[in-house]
């Protein structure tokens, strides 16, 4: 049966507040267009999304799993949730975005990304749904099909999105939920970037794997402020990794190498006491998990041989990830 295609589209509206709620899309294909001056709020999962021609508007788009294409827009402040992003011919806007994929912008001007930070509750189960993994964030992998100085550039990292004109959503959109735009509370980790210059000369590379691999990663991202005072949480990876770096990496923790089996969630986290703190923090997590298995971390600092810098510094672009 054909659905009708007005459900799935919000378009020449002014000065309004407007959106979806779960359930409302059902992965269908969505449409955002010719719309000023408008707050508008998809919060549930599409096929994929195109937002064309709009003007000073804040759009919230839950997970698309598959791309996402803004075309044609201005002074747009947007939260996207995506498998791919594609941005032409837009001007002066700013987005706090997940993606899987590199982030492609094509003639565009003073585009600027954060990493994506928003929560209501069902949105950790629709992002399972788009088949999106929250540790994968390529925010601010840029590529630029026309690259020139201005065409885009990193938001700053305490750029909240309620200092971008978003508030909760309205009641008739997500009626019974609670919302935040803290980033302390937020389905992605909200993470520095690898994109731009690190806060300190010092890092240290957290591993999770094995049976308290996801609780204790979860853990560690939401209690990381608190625990590991004055560092950022650069960039997070999952996947199965390979023999030659697992062994480049753990080369002095031959216990762990040995225990490793089935993927692995590593952190890159970075401040000038990181190393201690991280160590501290790691070995609580243990202790109030009942884990007797090797330590779950591998630190190592830029005043390191060149071979472990080498491997901090590539974590984008390993094959295991």
């Known amino acids: 049966v054909r659905k009708d295609p007005s459900l799935y589209t919000i378009a020449n509206r002014t000065g309004e507040v407007v959106g979806k709620p779960p359930g409302a899309v059902d992965g269908q294909q969505f449409t955002v267009e010719n719309c000023k001056d408008c707050d508008i709020f998809v919060c549930d ?4 999304v195109s937002i064309d021609n709009c003007t000073n508007c804040r759009i919230f788009i839950g997970p698309v799993e598959g791309s996402i294409f803004v075309r044609n ?3 747009v402040h947007a939260i996207i949730a995506c498998q791919q992003f594609r941005s032409r011919d837009c001007e002066n806007c700013d ?5 899987a994929t590199q982030p492609i912008v094509e ?3 003073n585009i600027r990304f954060g990493c994506f930070q928003f929560f209501y509750p069902s949105l950790t189960p629709q992002f399972q749904q788009a088949k999106l993994n929250p540790w994968q964030n390529q925010w601010d992998n840029i590529y630029d099909f026309s690259p020139a100085p201005g065409n885009w550039s990193l938001l700053p990292t305490n750029l909240s999105p309620a200092e971008m004109g978003f508030k909760a959503f309205p009641e008739n959109i997500v009626q019974v939920e609670s919302t935040t735009t803290s980033d302390t509370h937020t389905v992605v980790p909200v993470t520095w970037g690898a994109g731009r210059d690190k806060p300190s000369n010092r890092s240290i590379l957290v591993m999770f794997f094995g049976r308290f691999k996801d609780k204790a990663a979860n853990m560690f991202v939401d209690e990381f402020r608190d625990k590991v005072p004055g560092s950022m ?10 023999a030659p770096q697992l062994h480049a990496i753990l080369e002095e923790h031959p ?3 040995a225990s490793i089996n089935g993927p692995a969630l590593v952190m890159e986290v970075n401040g000038p006491e990181c190393i201690p703190h991280v160590t501290g923090f790691m070995a609580e997590i243990r202790t109030r998990l009942g884990a007797r298995d090797p330590e779950r971390f591998c630190p190592f600092s830029s005043d390191f041989d060149q071979g472990r810098k080498d491997i901090a510094s590539s974590l984008d672009h390993l094959s295991f990830f």
Do not use: K
């Open 45 to 48: 999962v599409s096929a994929t």
């Open 73 to 75: 827009c201005t002074d």
């Open 95 to 99: 987005i706090l975005l997940y993606c």
């Open 107 to 109: 003639t565009s001007t």
């Open 233 to 242: 949480l650069i960039r997070t990876r999952e996947g199965a990794l390979a």
């Open 255 to 257: 216990d762990t190498l």
